[in-house]
């Protein structure tokens, strides 16, 4: 089997590539999806419906066809991993997160000790914690063998 890594979460560092790298080092069975990780293109995805003379309808709009991509994604994935960085909320990664605990999806967190009060709640859904790339591999190598 193959398994779908669905990665949500923080933008402004590289542990996306690190995962996948650190995978592909392992020969995990493992492929990845993600949301649009540009974040000019991302804000400006709703801009080809036209434009919006308020910021909020133009977010409103760019929303909604993220939601496209991340909605089918999330559902179609086998499991997630939702990084939370210290440097900037990420409300799309916790969004994500109660998206994939609602719909009964497995998620691994992945943040730092300073986060773990104010994830809380996030956390206490997800099937594991993380604190660094190599623990979120160590998981995806223990969930994805059968040796």
Known sequence: MIWTVYLSGEIHTDWREQIIQQCAERELPVEFTSAVTNHERSDAAGDCLGPEA??????????????????????????????????????????????????????ITLHDEDLVHPLKEVDAAAMAWAKSVDQVVDVLAYVTSSR
């Open 54 to 107: 308020l910021p909020f309808w133009r977010d409103h709009k760019s929303a909604k066809v993220n939601g496209i991509r991340t909605q089918t994604l999330l559902e179609t994935c086998d499991i997630a991993v939702v990084r939370f960085g210290d440097k900037y909320k990420q409300w799309n990664a916790a969004f994500d997160a109660g998206f994939c605990a609602a719909m009964g999806k497995p998620y």
